[in-house]
């Protein structure tokens, strides 16, 4: 989840029965275990997070949102083997030739399918090709509303939106300095506005003005531009993202995130008081990660 310039760099994300929680230095998971008992597992971020491509503009979003990936993999393996008692690893190469089988299906539904919609529009219909590549935007927003709206109707996927709300209400209630008890945490909102929702729905709409003023291409450069330029596009949304998280006071910003705010509406549900105790729990234990890491490296003298 993009991190924001003016607060802690913390960020969620849902796994199966349970949250993951990273810091700038930890990353902490809490899962249910069959037993109904929260376990937790921590471990340190790799260098990555310490090294300067974190500072470079445009290029750190691609890279934090690619190891992002990775780690919401691995978090959803960890969860998964607790509550089935297995023991089977993901990671090295079998963990990205997930992730790169994940991203080629996401890439061809949401860039190539459309592209090749608006083509055959073109043909069909005998449109004007900028009326095409707007056509192929808006199909492209169709279908982001439209998956996201059919899988959280899949019970089990509904159950990891609740505990993405848990999430994002973990973090909302420590931002606003409250107690992080159940209690108190489920009185807060289920948007966030750091949300990997936002940064999806922001490459989508970033997509539609730059494809649109590419005017009419070949066939070929038609579906090559949407590859090429995906990079850019990702880049542009990660900083869009951190730069209005970074202004929420402004009023022109807070009306500028109103639709990523609105699309979190289907990535999220109401969780239960058992669901926040567990974001609770991989909140407090990455903070507690994150505070001794911090002690060894920064001794007091």
């Not at 990936?69 to 607790?82: D, E, P, V």
């Not at 409250?178 to 209690?183: D, F, H």
């Not at 105790?277 to 507690?288: C, D, L, N, P, S």
């Amino acid at each position: 989840m993009p991190e924001s310039l003016s607060l802690p760099n913390y960020g969620g994300q849902a796994v199966i029965e349970g949250v993951m929680m990273r810091g700038s230095q930890a990353v902490a998971i809490a899962m249910r275990a069959p037993n109904r008992e929260i376990v937790l597992h921590t471990e340190a971020l790799g260098s990555l997070y310490k090294s300067r491509i974190k500072q470079i503009p445009f290029l750190r979003g691609l890279v934090m949102l690619w190891d992002a990936l990775g780690l919401g993999m691995r978090a959803l393996t960890i969860s998964a083997n607790t509550q089935t008692g297995e023991d089977e690893k993901l990671e090295g190469p079998a963990l990205y030739l997930t992730l790169g089988v994940s991203l080629a299906f996401g890439i061809g539904l949401f860039f190539l399918a459309p592209a090749l919609a608006s083509l055959l529009t073109n043909q069909l219909l005998n449109w004007n090709p900028w009326w095409g590549n707007l056509a192929e935007g808006v199909i492209r927003l169709g279908l982001l509303i439209g998956y996201l709206l059919l899988i959280g109707r899949i019970e089990d996927i509904a159950r990891v939106f609740a505990y993405h709300g848990a999430e994002h209400k973990t973090i909302n209630a420590f931002e606003a300095g409250a107690a992080l008890t159940p209690e108190s945490v489920g009185q807060f909102p289920l948007e966030h506005t750091r949300c990997g929702t936002s940064f999806l729905l922001t490459v989508v709409i970033l997509s539609i003005l730059l494809f649109s003023l590419l005017g009419p291409l070949p066939p070929f450069w038609h579906f090559a531009s949407r590859l090429l330029m995906l990079p850019l596009l990702a880049g542009v949304a990660y900083e869009y993202i951190r730069w209005t998280a970074a202004h929420l006071k402004n009023p022109v910003v807070r009306w500028l995130i109103k639709p990523n705010l609105a699309l979190q509406r289907l990535t999220t549900r109401e969780p239960s008081p058992e669901m926040l105790e567990v974001a609770i729990a991989a909140f407090q234990e990455m903070r507690k990660s994150e505070l001794a890491k911090q002690f060894v490296e920064n001794p007091v003298k």
